[in-house]
Structures are given as structure tokens and as C-alpha cells.
């Protein structure tokens, strides 16, 4: 299982619809980086992925984007592959 990554904050309803979508696919574990517990994480997200909203998902080293953009990876059948590279 490729490593997943997920900046996020504990409040967002789309980083919990992200998480519940990758446990669906069999994901077992998530590092998430709660940028609202730790506020110089946000700068790294924004730096690393040039946008300023969470979710901000990582599978290995690809950028995946947010919610939305896993969901159409998704929904495209690109999401179990890159799952199953590792």
C-alpha cells in the first residue's frame, strides 16, 4: 500500500468525505497534517501544492488535489491503480 497523506484540519466536512473514500478503497492508513493544530504546517501545504484549501491528498509523491479531485480520480477508475502501484 502506497503511503497517503493528507494535509487537513479537524473541522472539514471534505477531508472526512476524502478519508471515508479512501477506507472505502482499503486504505488502512492516513497521515493527516492537521494544518489548524499546527499553523506553519499550512505554509509547507501551500508552498508544496500551490493552493490554500484542505483536503490536500498525496498518494507516495503525486499531488492528488482535494476532495473533488480524488472523487473524479476516482469515479475515472485511476484511484485503485495508484493504490495497488506499491
Known amino acids: 500500500m502506497p503511503k497517503i497523506v493528507m494535509y487537513s484540519t479537524q473541522v ?3 477531508c472526512q468525505m476524502a ?3 479512501l477506507r472505502q478503497r482499503g486504505v488502512q492508513e492516513i497521515e493527516k497534517i492537521l494544518i ?3 499553523p506553519a504546517r499550512r505554509e509547507e501545504m501551500m508552498s508544496r501544492t500551490g493552493r490554500r484549501t484542505v483536503p490536500q491528498i ?6 492528488i488535489g482535494g476532495y473533488d479531485d ?3 480520480l476516482d469515479r475515472a477508475g485511476g484511484l485503485a491503480p495508484l493504490l495497488q502501484a506499491a
Do not use: G, N, T, V
Open 12 to 14: 472539514c466536512p471534505y
Open 19 to 21: 478519508e471515508r473514500l
Open 36 to 38: 489548524d493544530k499546527e
Open 58 to 63: 498525496y498518494i507516495d509523491e503525486r499531488h
Open 70 to 72: 480524488l472523487s473524479a
